[in-house]
């Protein structure tokens, strides 16, 4: 308990002030204790008709229960709000972390466990000072000071009630101990879960055209039927500690109960303390009782922290201390000198011995079939991972010594799949420069398009994306990236499959558009369409992750090799029609 509530106060920061919350807590406890201890005085004094004695006690024991109501609602009160702070602080951090890890972490099934470490983990994380901390400690101190204050009436009596502080200590290790295990599955079932309804979400296209739009999706009914077996185990693992817990506290309780009736009935205890005790003793029942689950809860807290700090722990991409900045008589080129890639240590290469150069004001084309590496070779210029042999340079500098941030600002990227964000036409566009002002953001808008999209609609550029673009056409959430890499306005564009969702007519435009921007700039672009890279300076042609041949459009359709024959064969497949046979 007390390591995790150590790492709960470094994680919420001294802003939060967690140490005051606790002393709040204990305080509270503190003051619980003495108060029933005054009840017990206040009942010995009210039964033997002492009023005297009554009145001094019965002012004290209110005086302790205002003392008390006040230190609950302010511990309360400081609970809730470092739950708060220590929410937020985790769920930053985790963010933070995720926008750092190579892109090759994000697998299929991450986003559910990113989903449950930032919600339903973090939750759980900082609802520890809000629900757990104040009933754990009052469920201890409160008793153990009572304990203290029996010593006074009969120490024998005070030894019985002692017999607590262990009881306390057995439960505490072995309830959480026996739902470790069913916990863990819970929470990995439950990740599980998230990345099935994502999965589901995302494949509705898919489903429907399929004719799927009623019936069981197999890996979601899979990952629910796993959680619900999760469930069931954890319950079952659940009630032997209950039951271990329960059988204790009713077992100190009828230790207690014999005891004092033993010391009453022998004349070494007066009956008014007597019933005062029994009276006290059974206010500790429930809070006794409820240890195990309250251990349990702490125990679930304790992992879920530790599942967060091992997503923290994942090895980010190495940044230098002081990043260089990219050499300006070498001009923003991008070279990549016997690159070599592949996405595991152990796994096959993507990329081999690819040697490339990409000169400013002049567009590179990347050609070739699906899985031969081109989206690759423009993520590693963008440092979504690092090279595993030879080395990517922008500016005459090696990507790893500019550092991701640097990199990042010299480029301006648009992907085949499109993600805007929640907000509107103009708010996307403008994340591209925040900075920007209106008529920069206007004409970057002109030149993709995005204007003529907004006259259709009824709330114009203020119209609302919805989430992820939805609302939005494909081709249209492509006109907004581009708008958006435009703005930007970085020296380097990288466009990945940039016309694949256009219509032919808006796919020219967009061409000019683009070579307005290779003056001074150094652009690389993979397209679908081999005619709207015809007019490239420099075209690559790669195959089984390597650069097989280069050159100008009429120079590679001369040397009559694999881009010759692969112009052909896409000049075919566009020229083919639906007929009747």
Known sequence: MIRTISALVRLAGTGARPRRYLVL????????????VSLVAFIDALVRSDWGQARVRAVVLLALAVVSAVLCYLQARAGYAISLAIMRALQHRIGDHAARLPLGWFGRSRPGELVQLATAGAETVGSTTAHLVEPMLSAVIAPAVVVVGLVFWDWRVALAGAVFVPLVGVIGRLVPRLNARA????????????????????????????????????????????YARAHRNNLWRTLP????????????????????????????????????????????VDPLAQLSEYATALRASADALGRSQSFLA????????????????????????????????????????????????????????????????LRLIARFWDVTGGSVRIGGVDVRDLGSETVID????????????????????????????????????????????????????????????????????????????????????????????????????????????????????????????????????????????????????????????????????????????
């Open 314 to 377: 994942t090895p980010v991409l190495p940044e230098p201390v002081v990043p260089a900045a990219p050499d300006a008589s070498a001009g923003m080129s991008v070279v990549l000198d016997d690159v070599a890639f592949g996405y595991a240590d152990d796994g096959p290469r993507v990329l081999s011995g690819v040697d490339l150069v990409a000169r400013p004001g002049t567009m590179t084309a990347l050609v070739g079939p699906s899985g031969a590496g081109k989206t690759t070779i």
């Open 410 to 581: 010299q480029v301006s990227i648009v992907f085949q799949d499109v993600y805007l964000f929640e907000g509107s036409i103009r708010d996307n566009v403008r994340q591209g420069r925040p900075g920007a002002g209106d008529e920069e953001i206007r004409r970057a808008m002109a030149a993709a398009r995005v204007l003529e999209i907004g006259e259709r609609l009824p709330d114009g550029l203020d119209t609302q994306v919805g989430e992820g673009g939805a609302r939005l056409s494909g081709g249209e959430r492509q006109r907004v990236s581009i708008a958006r890499a435009l703005l930007k306005d970085a020296p380097i564009v990288l466009l990945d499959e940039a016309t694949a969702s256009v219509d032919a007519e808006n796919e020219v435009a967009l061409v000019e558009a683009f070579r307005a921007l290779v003056r001074d700039r150094t652009v690389i672009v993979i397209a679908h369409r081999l005619e709207t890279i015809a007019g490239a300076d420099q075209i690559c042609f790669l195959e089984a992750g390597r650069v097989v041949e280069r050159g100008r459009h009429d120079e590679l359709l001369a040397a009559e090799g694999r881009y010759a024959a692969f112009w052909r064969a896409k000049t075919r497949a566009s020229s083919w029609r639906l007929g009747a046979p």
């Open 241 to 284: 500690g209950l039951l271990v817990n329960s059988v204790a506290v009713q077992a100190w309780l009828v230790l207690l109960l014999a005891v004092t009736l033993a010391q009453a009935l022998g004349g070494a205890l007066s009956v008014p303390a007597a019933i005062g005790l029994l009276v006290v003793s059974a206010r500790f």
């Open 25 to 36: 807590v204990i305080a509270y406890g503190l003051a619980q204790g003495l108060a029933l």
């Open 183 to 226: 916990d863990a599955l819970l929470d990995e079932a439950a990740s599980e879960v998230n990345g099935a309804v994502i999965d589901f979400a995302l494949d509705q296209p898919l489903l429907r055209s399929t004719g799927r739009m009623v019936g069981s999706y197999p890996p979601l009914d899979e990952a629910l039927d796993d």
